[in-house]
């Protein structure tokens, strides 16, 4: 039987790894490959089959419609009238709450990111009998094993 299980950086593998060799797996039984997560940078424009779930147009809706008001409110006193400055306004506002989500994605936020939660960095696997599965199971999750797969 073979059991793989991700970690995440940390003393705990080794003690994990110390605590299976004191209950009999021997060295050569217990295999550890270090992962490389992906860095990527971010897309700016979604897919359909991809969304980073940050939107470039939410402070361009909410200044298109304050600037829609406002430049409805003020079109009452000029010469185009009410509706062509809303329009206006709207559409002004909408630029530049685009133009700046678009500074604060491309130059202030510029860092590189991973996926939200937890990341696996360690990929611990070992063989050993079925009846030690269950045992070897629970000392790699009492140590903090992200996930543990078992091939019989």
């Known amino acids: 039987m073979q059991l793989f299980s991700t970690f995440e950086h940390s003393a705990h593998i080794e003690l994990a790894i110390a605590t299976l ?58 010469s185009w009238g009410p509706i062509y400055w809303g329009l206006i306004g709207a559409a002004g506002g909408f ?20 996926s939200k939660g937890k990341h696996s960095e360690i990929i611990v696997v070992i063989d050993c009998a079925e009846t030690d599965g269950d045992m070897v199971e629970n000392i790699l999750f009492s140590h903090f094993a992200i996930g543990v797969g078992k091939v019989i």
């Open 21 to 78: 060799e004191k209950k009999g797996i021997s060295k050569e039984d217990i295999f550890v490959v270090p992962v490389d997560n992906q860095l990527e940078n971010r897309k700016l424009f979604d897919t359909l089959h991809r969304s980073d779930g940050t939107s470039l147009i939410d402070v361009g809706v909410a200044l298109g419609t304050a600037l829609a008001v406002v430049g409805a409110s003020i079109g009452f006193k000029l």
């Open 95 to 114: 630029v530049i709450g685009l133009f700046i989500r678009l500074v604060t994605e491309l130059i202030i936020k510029k860092k590189n990111r991973l």
